[in-house]
């Protein structure tokens, strides 16, 4: 796992690639995931079953979880990997958490919203 915060990379993300990371359902299924564990790692696995039981476009079949195991694989997790809330380890099949800066993202995408509606009305 990389050490992000010892990089200086802190709350670099920004809020354009945060827009990016939420615009698709799964990798907002993902950041539920990782808001409602309590755990600080967790695998490639856990994360397809709860993909899969959210999506209703999906059934536990063979290729349907082979495909989202993939999609997880090569786009939505790296793109996640990409911000400070989350380190993905293609290698090892896990994804280490840090549900704080992942909040504290979110809620800045939130204002962000909240200060456009405020801008319009």
């Not at 670099?12 to 755990?39: G, H, K, N």
């Not at 979880?65 to 996640?80: C, G």
């Amino acid at each position: 796992m990389s050490d992000r915060n010892a990089e200086g990379n802190q709350g670099s993300t920004s809020i354009d690639a945060w827009f990016d990371v939420l615009s698709d359902p799964r990798r907002r299924f993902l950041c539920r995931y990782m808001l409602q564990t309590e755990a600080d790692i967790v695998t490639h696995e856990d994360l397809i079953d709860f993909v899969i039981e959210r999506d209703s476009t999906l059934s536990d079949e063979v290729s349907d979880r082979q495909s989202v195991a993939m999609e997880l694989r090569h786009v939505h997790l790296p793109k996640l990997d990409s911000t400070d809330a989350a380190d993905y380890e293609p290698r090892e099949e896990q994804v280490f958490i840090d549900s704080a800066t992942l909040l504290a993202q979110l809620e800045t995408v939130q204002s962000t919203v909240e200060d456009i509606q405020q801008a319009d009305g």
